[in-house]
């Protein structure tokens, strides 16, 4: 028994020792010199101290599937092309780039110079070799459709139908890669941004196969930085790359980002001068609105409800329209999320590329606007139409947000057409099974947007129907959809992208528009140029500076 | 003894077997896949069934179920789905030192106050010490304890700045969270020492040790302490299993790098093989501590023999 005792008595003076040196490396380190000093660690002046509100899940460029990861590896690698402040694709790996008269084969000539955190050049091959794998069945992820559906036989690629040197990417030299793409893209330079069109070197990769991504020492660079620290569950560290071709424009020699999940916290940490940048929840906003560090931004992310036309009742237009002007956005906007998000008018999110350097938001206007009036008169007719007086369920994910949106949606449906909608609450996954079994009559879903064109969200609702899309089909629309994917006139293309979304929206009502994702911050007005792409990559450290 | 024990381990691994068949095949109930579920949601059906595939994921649940165990016994966990390719394994052992020194420390911490304090109340019953601990004690288990953690963390981290507002940095950042762990443990003890306490004091054979003269210090620590301490260490096993559950919070509001997060975390994203591994590791914690619980009994109080054993 006394033994008994001891043993369990060193295993928990073992587990305490191994517990602290669980300390994040940083002040392990540094422990013995600087322990005592109060209120932990002091922010030097060449550290930019940010933090992501989720884990950091998985560094593998070709298989990671997640917007956290995809801000880190656009940091400290570099495709092709890389937007800069205006989101706009400018040449960087690639000096320059050759496109072909029917749009389909893209020459890239790569800079001079260009070289792997470990010395070694990146080359053209380190391109296909890239994007290779990122189709690769064995090597990829969920992902690898932004390649497949672009490059000439990449699904056959991924389907094992054709081997690999027949996928349209090669590299006649060192300098020189040409893509074959199946379709004129006007976005394509854009994609090339995305860190899934990323340089592999594939001798590395090859030796460190099982674990590729998983440390620092695991990963390669040829970004602007280096990643000197890696724990999926406390954050990176990142180092300025000595070996990035633009070097002289990275202003800011260190960046230290943690996980923290809770929003509270983090904005204690603000306060106290750790961090630099902080999202504020809705709650927050109204104490710091009228700060000058307070500002918001939008990322390319829409949310909506999405009407189920297979349903007995909403395959009735006039109801799912009715549906669709009683309740008024803005209020929304400013009442319910005051976060920075805007209430939507249609669903492609403003600042998305139209044409000749106008949104498709400004060439299009407004979609939907709010008609009580019209909306009743609507809902009596379908009514006439239908029979009966119906029930109806909205469904919607087990999210705070989403909650709050579904409850102002009953109240407004009740005071202006006067009809009781149930809520249907279900976890994020169920709510998007139910969907897929088309076992639901109208419930909130949102997408983001993969790419900086229209088509990412308009190429969703083409034929076969599906229950998850409302079990929507139409000719015109298909049709528009694929004259849009061949068109190599952008002008024309653009209408029938812009036509696409009245259909879908005005004359068939499949979806009602609720707001475009934004988020309010405060930001350490000593940080300028912190810049955050509304899709892709999302966070860009590159041109940030600190006085 | 010896075979007692032997029987008990023999019981937990049936126990263990049981929990880890059930939460297998009830996890496989819950909606979604691992994977990036609304980019999958627009992928064709061919597409996302190739994506299991890859991961074995349309196998009968009974086959991925076998597969697991025969890993399993082998030492393999497998691989995590959220964390692509990081054995579950490494990932836990990577989690586990920061949530179980906060756990250690809050046991010790709280119990040893918790004990101080419920002895206080006793001796002191009706009096102004009384009432006073009985607040905290109330205090403390009514009140959430991510309620203390936000305020530890806004006077002492931010206002006063003594100690750190969150991370897992040096040892200082451990102090706020395990304050903010152990006050319910205080809470719990302090109440249960209490009440035994009084209970034992009322008992004849304390009035028989006053009668034969005993001082009474002798009388508290050999006659009332010891048994007053037997239903305390009882409730010692939930409170165990609380501090896990309640590091979970804890640590989300510190932004420390622990389990308690982790097991959240994995069933939110469908990482299956996380599910298991936490599940499972939690599920050893528990019937050892009920284990190490009973051994503790018999030390505590000889009359309680485990299975008539000539040791003690």
């Given at each position: 028994?006394?033994?008994?005792?001891?043993?369990?008595?060193?295993?928990?003076?073992?587990?305490?020792?191994?517990?602290?040196?669980s300390f994040s490396s940083k002040d392990a380190s540094s422990g013995s010199g600087t322990e005592g000093t109060s209120g932990g660690s002091k922010k030097s002046d060449d550290t930019l101290n940010l933090y992501f509100d989720n884990d950091i899940p998985d560094l593998n460029p070709i298989k990671t599937t997640d917007s956290i990861s995809f801000s880190v590896l656009g940091n400290v690698m570099e495709g092709l092309y890389r937007l800069d402040e205006n989101n706009k694709p400018v040449p960087a790996m690639a000096k320059s780039v050759k496109v072909s008269d029917d749009g389909l084969t893209y020459t890239f000539t790569l800079r001079d110079g260009i070289k792997w955190s470990n010395g070694e050049p990146v080359t053209a091959q380190d391109f296909v070799d890239g994007w290779l794998l990122g189709m690769n069945p064995q090597t990829s992820g969920s992902y690898r459709f932004i390649l497949t559906d672009y490059i000439v036989n990449g699904e056959e690629y991924t389907n094992g139908k054709v081997k690999a040197d027949k996928v349209g990417v090669e590299a006649p030299d060192d300098k020189t890669f040409i893509v074959h793409i199946k379709k004129p893209t006007p976005y394509f330079l854009g994609l090339t941004t995305f860190e899934k069109y990323y340089p592999v070197n594939k001798a590395f990769f090859e030796k460190n196969k099982d674990d590729f991504g998983q440390s620092p020492d695991k990963l390669l660079y040829n970004g602007p930085y280096v990643l000197t620290d890696f724990n999926p569950a406390s954050g990176v560290t990142l180092k300025k790359n000595d070996q990035y071709w633009d070097k002289a424009n990275v202003n800011?020699?260190?960046?230290?980002?943690?996980?923290?999940?809770?929003?509270?916290?983090?904005l204690n940490l603000y306060n106290g001068g750790q961090l630099d940048y902080v999202n504020l929840s809705s709650e927050d906003v109204n104490n710091?609105?009228?700060?000058?560090?307070?500002?918001?931004?939008?990322?390319?992310?829409?949310?909506?409800?999405?009407?189920?036309?297979?349903?007995?009742?909403?395959?009735?237009?006039?109801?799912?329209?009715?549906l669709q002007l009683s309740y008024d956005p803005s209020t929304l906007e400013k009442v319910i999320l005051n976060n920075g998000s805007k209430a939507a008018s249609g669903l492609i999110p403003p600042g998305m590329e139209g044409v000749d350097g106008k949104?498709?938001?400004?060439?299009?206007?407004?979609?939907?606007?709010?008609?009580?009036?019209?909306?009743?008169?609507?809902?009596?007719?379908?009514?006439?139409?239908?029979?009966?007086?119906?029930?109806?369920?909205?469904?919607?994910?087990?999210?705070?947000?989403?909650?709050?949106?579904?409850?102002?949606?009953?109240?407004?449906?009740?005071?202006?057409?006067?009809?009781?909608?149930?809520?249907v609450t279900k976890p994020y996954s169920g709510r998007l099974d139910t969907m897929r079994a088309g076992d639901y009559q109208m419930a909130i879903s949102a997408w983001g947007a993969d790419y900086n064109d229209p088509m990412t969200y308009m190429d969703l609702w083409v034929s076969p129907a599906t229950p998850f899309r409302g079990s929507f089909s139409n000719k015109e629309y298909d049709q528009l959809i694929k004259d849009a994917k061949s068109q190599s006139d952008d002008t024309k293309r653009m209408n029938e992208l812009l036509k696409t979304e009245q259909i879908l929206l005005k004359d068939e009502a499949v979806l009602a528009p609720l707001y475009y994702q934004g988020q309010a911050y405060l930001q350490n007005p000593k940080v300028k140029g912190l810049v955050f792409h509304p899709w892709g990559n999302p966070w860009d450290y590159k041109y940030a500076t600190m006085d | 003894m010896q075979k007692y024990i032997l029987v008990r381990l023999?019981?937990?691994?049936?126990?263990?077997?049981?929990?880890?068949?059930?939460?297998?095949?009830?996890?496989?109930?819950?909606?979604?896949?691992?994977?990036?579920?609304?980019k999958l949601a627009a992928l064709p059906d061919e597409v996302r069934t190739q994506i299991y595939d890859q991961y074995g994921l349309n196998a009968p649940v009974w086959h991925q179920y076998v597969n697991y165990l025969g890993n399993l016994l082998k030492g393999d966990m497998g691989l995590s789905f959220y964390y692509q390719d990081r054995p579950v394994s490494n990932i836990i052992v990577d989690r586990i030192g920061p949530s179980a020194l906060l756990g250690i420390q809050a046991l010790i911490i709280g119990t040893a106050v918790g004990l101080i304090l419920g002895l206080i109340a006793a001796f002191k019953h009706n009096s102004m010490w009384d009432y006073i601990t009985m607040l905290i004690a109330v205090l403390g288990i009514s009140i959430p304890n991510f309620v203390f953690a936000a305020l530890l963390q806004y006077f002492v981290g931010l206002k006063w700045g003594v100690l750190p507002i969150a991370y897992w940095?040096?040892?200082?950042?451990?102090?706020?969270?395990?304050?903010?762990?152990?006050?319910?443990?205080?809470?719990?003890?302090?109440?249960?020492?209490?009440?035994?306490?009084?209970?034992?004091?009322?008992?004849?054979?304390?009035?028989?040790?006053?009668a034969k003269g005993l001082s009474s210090r002798n009388i508290i620590i050999h006659h009332a302490v010891r048994n007053a301490m037997i239903p305390v260490l009882t409730v010692l096993g939930p409170v165990v299993v609380s501090l896990i559950t309640g590091s979970l919070v804890i640590e989300q509001v510190f932004s420390i790098p622990g389990i308690g997060s982790l097991f959240v975390e994995s069933i939110k994203v469908n990482d299956y093989s996380m599910i298991m591994g936490v599940t499972l590791l939690f599920s050893v914690l528990f019937v050892f501590m009920v284990l190490i619980i009973d051994l503790l009994y018999g030390l505590i109080d000889p009359r309680i023999r485990l299975a008539g054993g000539k040791e003690g």
């Open positions: 028994m006394k033994k008994g005792l001891v043993v369990s008595f060193l295993l928990i003076v073992c587990l305490v020792l191994s517990a602290c040196n800011i020699p260190n960046i230290d980002i943690k996980v923290i999940k809770e929003a509270s916290t983090a710091y609105k009228d700060k000058p560090e307070f500002g918001t931004q939008t990322n390319f992310r829409s949310y909506y409800v999405q009407f189920n036309l297979g349903d007995s009742v909403l395959k009735n237009k006039s109801l799912r329209q009715a949104s498709f938001r400004d060439l299009q206007g407004d979609v939907i606007k709010p008609d009580v009036a019209k909306a009743k008169d609507l809902w009596k007719e379908g009514i006439k139409e239908l029979g009966k007086t119906p029930k109806l369920q909205l469904l919607v994910s087990d999210d705070t947000v989403e909650k709050d949106t579904a409850t102002f949606l009953q109240s407004q449906w009740k005071k202006n057409l006067g009809i009781d909608v149930e809520l | 023999f019981n937990i691994v049936a126990t263990l077997f049981v929990i880890s068949t059930l939460t297998f095949f009830l996890m496989k109930q819950l909606p979604g896949s691992p994977f990036d579920e609304e940095e040096s040892y200082q950042s451990t102090i706020l969270p395990t304050i903010a762990l152990a006050i319910g443990v205080v809470a719990v003890v302090a109440r249960f020492t209490r009440n035994e306490m009084l209970e034992v004091l009322g008992q004849d054979y304390i009035m028989t040790a006053k």
